[in-house]
Nanobody, 121 residues
Framework: QVQLVESGGGLVQPGGSLRLSCAAS????????MGWYRQAPGKQRELVAT???????NYADSVKGRFTISRDNAKNTVYLQMISLKPEDTAVYYC???????????????WGQGTQVTVSS
């Protein structure tokens, strides 16, 4: 079993910044891609950013230039630095990891429990 524990959410004013962290622990041989998704009230969960084990990144158009995803492979941790936050960034943010459990597999997708980000004055 693998656990993803997120931290760093909270209430911030428009234009402010937050940094989310997500640490993976448990039965892990290797983590392939890690990422962040978000879900606002009444909306579907959407991709925010992903990063491969080699450091290749992908961002939603709505966050390009404002959010930066990074990871520490030694710590099995992924980060999301968010600046210039807008009210429309308000959502529950979920960490995601594609985990290879043993040398011979399987590969399983895991989700964190979510952390609330609220952007409001």
């Amino acid at each position: 079993q693998v656990q993803l524990v997120e931290s760093g959410g909270g209430l911030v004013q428009p234009g402010g910044s937050l940094r989310l962290s997500c640490a993976a622990s448990g039965s892990i041989f290797r983590i392939n891609a890690m990422g962040w998704y978000r879900q606002a009230p009444g909306k579907q969960r959407e991709l925010v950013a992903t990063i491969t084990s080699g450091g290749n990144t992908n961002y939603a158009d709505s966050v390009k230039g404002r959010f930066t995803i990074s990871r520490d492979n030694a710590k099995n941790t992924v980060y999301l630095q968010m600046i210039s936050l807008k009210p429309e960034d308000t959502a529950v943010y979920y960490c995601n990891a594609i985990v290879v459990v043993t040398r011979t597999g399987p590969t399983i997708q895991y989700w964190g429990q979510g952390t609330q980000v609220t952007v409001s004055s």
